[in-house]
């Protein structure tokens, strides 16, 4: 399988980031993308704890009722004690080898979008030096 990497860096507009994640919601039921695109959300604090990495992940994006009042509780949290939190978005593609086209689309269609265009973007292909970093991390977030 052939997995790619998108990763956007929203700073610290929560609301932007939770519109992006509605419109790949959006697209997972409309398209039936269930595995094929998965999403998760990397949270960290701005001013930095002396880790050298500005904090560690604080949440991300989970399926179902209670990742939904998880989701609702840290965003009023971050909301009220983290002002200056930095939101990355990382988005996993996991298309089959025979689907090449299908990743290709989304891979353009993507970052082209509304909510995405005014974030940050890197794309992170299977073949990149950040590959095995950048999938450590997005199975590090839960």
């Known amino acids: ?45 701005s001013t930095g704890d002396g880790s050298g990495k500005g904090g560690a992940p604080k949440a991300s994006a989970g399926e179902g009722k209670g990742a939904a009042q998880k989701k609702g509780a840290s965003k009023e949290k971050e909301g009220k004690s ?37 974030a940050n973007s890197e794309t992170v292909r299977q073949d990149a030096p950040a590959f095995a970093a950048t999938a450590e991390l997005f199975d590090s977030l839960d």
């Open 1 to 45: 399988m052939a997995h790619s990497y998108l990763i956007f860096d929203f700073g610290s507009d929560e609301d932007a980031a939770q519109q992006a994640r509605h419109k790949i919601e959006g697209w997972k039921q409309a398209f039936r993308l269930d595995k094929k695109i998965l999403l998760k959300f990397d949270r960290r604090e």
């Open 82 to 118: 983290e002002p200056g939190g930095n939101v990355r978005v990382l988005v996993r593609l996991d298309f089959s080898d025979h689907e090449k086209l299908s990743q290709q689309r989304w891979l353009d269609r993507i970052p082209s979008e509304a909510p995405f265009k005014a």
